[in-house]
């Protein structure tokens, strides 16, 4: 079983930038996929970038250049880096992790999520 917990969440300008973290435990980190994903109020939850095992990435075209995923598999850790941002952009951000070199863009593909972490953009 693996917890996750993510932080970093806030309120941030429109062309700010922030940091989001996910602290993996109770599983070997390594072994997992892992993804952001991001849900607005009204809206259905939408995928944001893959990470694998070994650190190659892809990311949701809405943020591609933008935001950079990366993990620290001796930390058990994710990261999302946001860079300017849009008011768009606001969401709720939940990491997840599921088995597999690398997941899809379906969040059912995952198996852990966490609680979730709130971001707001003003514009």
């Known amino acids: 079983q693996v917890q996750l917990v993510e932080s970093g969440g806030g309120l941030v300008q429109a062309g700010g930038s922030l940091r989001l973290s996910c602290a993996a435990s109770?599983?070997?980190?390594?072994?997992?996929?892992m993804a952001w994903f991001r849900q607005a109020p009204g809206k259905e939850r939408e995928f944001v970038g893959a990470?694998?095992?070994?650190?190659?990435?892809y990311y949701a075209d809405s943020v591609k250049g933008r935001f950079t995923i990366s993990r620290d598999n001796a930390k058990n850790t994710m990261s999302l880096q946001m860079n300017s941002l849009k008011f768009e952009d606001t969401a709720d951000y939940s990491c997840?992790?599921?088995?597999?070199?690398?997941?899809?863009?379906?969040?059912?593909?995952?198996?852990?999520w966490g609680q979730g972490t709130q971001v707001t953009v003003s514009s």
């Open positions: 990470i694998s095992w070994t650190g190659g990435t």
């Open positions: 109770g599983g070997t980190f390594s072994s997992y996929a």
């Open positions: 997840a992790a599921g088995r597999g070199y690398i997941l899809g863009r379906r969040d059912t593909e995952y198996t852990y």
